[in-house]
């Protein structure tokens, strides 16, 4: 990344839970779409606030738990019919009952791994730093902060733009970072 | 149905606690008469009904005692709802007097002269035999009358001051209630439903019935839920959150059922010992066979797809259906447990069934209403009950 599109982020702090969430509910009136909120402890309708959809890591689970499900009956069937056909125990070469706890494992291991890996591509993890964390203000996150930040690869970002719009919804502090 | 909003109580409990006694003692006249005209098939009715019901309240124990111990928060506001219904456990202790009668009909272990001739039978003998087992009975409804008791009462008594204490002191009685418990149900399942085939055996069986029982409370609270707030009871205080909540529970506890009754057929079907294997050879001849495989897409595959999504879980009309399936299938699953012994190729409900299940389940609601109604409708005096009603699930 060179220095002319380096990302910038604009962070304004506000007083309190409900103010923060009418900043979030102005900013996404306005049309920002680049923007965030960070506060230390869960507030709820914030989803709602800054119009967040719910996530589709759901989807994503679901999918490939069926992947893993379909992927380990083929692979046993195979193995026990196709290429190794041996007679166990008197039992039929395709004996469902026996494939299930394969099945079952495989569905969860492929559900686990979609989960974990799913959630990090949504969040684009991993990324080794964001201009945030160059900031002090920022800090106040995880103590007594509640923050907004807005990015410049927000389409409609403009620095001064930004910052007097931030002011008007009542940011008692604002920072640049990046 | 009329509540009142400061103190939680019922100022007019409606007529449901009524309709339900009129039908149990409709359903009880109809016992007699099928005792009349079939004593073989109504004994085996009888303990269907009386092991759902039974089932029912053992559930709702759990649930109570497990609530406790974990200091759940957002049960608290249904947690009237099991209490009433356990506590119409030490009745069943009532309802438990005809099968002593029935004795003969339904266990082949009590005739001497069957015993006599079998050589397993006589192994088993000093376990299986009329006074141990009734001994065990009253044990278990000892067990089962205290722990009610003492959960309810105290419950109760919190009602009148917030006091911190009783919270933890229901945690403290819930812990060995859990030993007990486990017990209790291993060897109540056993006794009664599992020694009707004598010969043979599954250790894992008093855990498919606990599983059945506790999936059938779960659904038993949401229907209970949803048809209060129909009648403009707890309309605020219960939300989508509670039953989102339920319906987490009652879906996790299906497939619980679901992973207990695999792993009993499973090791039966990969061992293959014909002593094993007999018990479901009989419940797969004849009509038996569409029974096993109502059970099996009724009881798990279907209810897996229907209720996985989280917008199922919040539809209250879906998540209503959905319960009264599951309850359903829960009889079924008793009727299939048992029937098979009395019966062995036709799989038809006879009128002596639904009489059965009116009669025991009649009563039954009639008492868990009448327990229900007569306290405040939400532990009033929890001092969580405030966190409980603003739940938040995801």
């Known amino acids: 990344m060179n220095v002319q599109n380096k990302m910038k982020v604009v962070i304004a702090e506000f007083d309190s839970t409900a103010e923060l969430m009418r900043a979030a509910e102005k900013i996404r009136e306005a049309g920002y779409t680049k923007f965030d909120c960070h506060s230390p402890f869960p507030i709820h309708g914030m989803d709602s606030a800054m119009g967040l959809k719910r996530s589709g890591l759901g989807y994503i689970v679901g999918f490939f738990a069926f992947t893993g499900l379909t992927a380990a009956i083929i692979l046993q069937w195979w193995a026990s019919v196709v290429a190794y056909p041996l007679v166990i125990s008197g039992k039929p070469f395709f004996s469902y009952q026996a494939y299930l706890p394969v099945t079952f494992s495989l569905a969860v291991l492929f559900a686990a791994a979609a989960a974990i890996f799913g959630m990090l591509v949504l969040n684009k993890l991993p990324r080794l730093n964001h201009p945030v964390f160059s900031s002090e203000l920022f800090k106040k996150a995880t103590d007594d902060g509640f923050l907004v930040t807005i990015e410049s690869d927000d389409p409609k970002f403009d620095e001064s733009e930004v910052k007097k719009y931030l002011l008007s919804l009542g940011a008692k502090r604002i920072e640049v970072a990046g | ?394």
């Open chain 2, 1 to 394: 149905m009329k509540m009142d909003q400061k103190t939680y109580s019922l100022t007019d409990p409606g007529s449901f606690g009524k309709i339900a006694l009129i039908l149990g003692i409709i359903g009880l006249a109809g016992c007699a008469a099928g005792y009349f005209v079939d004593p073989g098939r109504f004994f085996h009715s009888y303990l269907t009904a009386f092991s759902f019901w039974t089932t029912l309240g053992l559930g709702a124990l759990f649930f109570l005692m497990l609530h406790h111990l974990t200091g759940a928060t957002w049960s608290i506001v249904i947690r009237r709802i099991p209490e009433s219904l356990m506590s119409v456990l030490p009745y069943m202790a009532l309802f438990f007097i005809p099968i002593i009668f029935g004795m003969k009909e339904l266990y082949h272990w009590s005739h001497p002269e069957i015993v006599a001739g079998d050589h397993l039978l006589q192994g088993k003998a000093s376990y299986l035999n009329a006074r141990f087992f009734i001994i065990r009975a009253v044990a278990f409804f000892v067990v089962w009358f205290f722990l009610s008791r003492i959960l309810y009462k105290n419950s109760i008594n919190q009602d009148s001051g917030s006091d911190g204490n009783l919270t933890d002191k229901l945690r403290k009685i819930s812990a060995p209630g859990m030993i007990l418990f486990a017990f209790t149900v291993t060897y109540a399942a056993f006794d009664w439903l599992m020694s009707m085939d004598a010969h043979w055996y599954s250790t894992i069986f008093g855990v498919y019935i606990f599983a059945g029982g506790l999936v059938s409370a779960l659904a038993f609270f949401s229907i209970t839920v949803i048809s209060l707030q129909k009648n403009k009871v707890l309309e605020t205080e219960i939300t989508s959150e509670h039953y989102h909540d339920l319906g987490k529970l009652t879906f996790a506890f299906m497939i619980f059922w679901a992973y207990v009754a695999f792993s009993q057929y499973f090791l039966i079907w990969y061992a293959n010992i014909p002593e094993e294997t007999i018990w479901f050879d009989h419940r797969y001849q004849g009509g038996w066979k569409y029974a096993t495989l109502l059970i099996v897409f009724g009881y798990f595959v279907m209810p897996f797809i229907i209720l996985i999504s989280r917008g199922a879980k919040r539809n209250l009309t879906l998540m209503r259906i959905m319960a009264f399936w599951l309850l359903f299938m829960h009889w079924l699953d008793l009727y299939w447990i048992i029937m098979p012994n009395h019966e062995h190729y036709r799989a038809m409900i006879s009128w002596i069934d639904i009489a059965a299940m009116m009669g025991v389940g009649g009563i039954y609601l009639w008492l868990f209403w009448r327990k229900f109604s007569s306290n405040p409708i939400v532990p009033v005096g929890d001092a969580r009950l405030g966190n409980s009603v603003n739940t938040i699930s995801n």
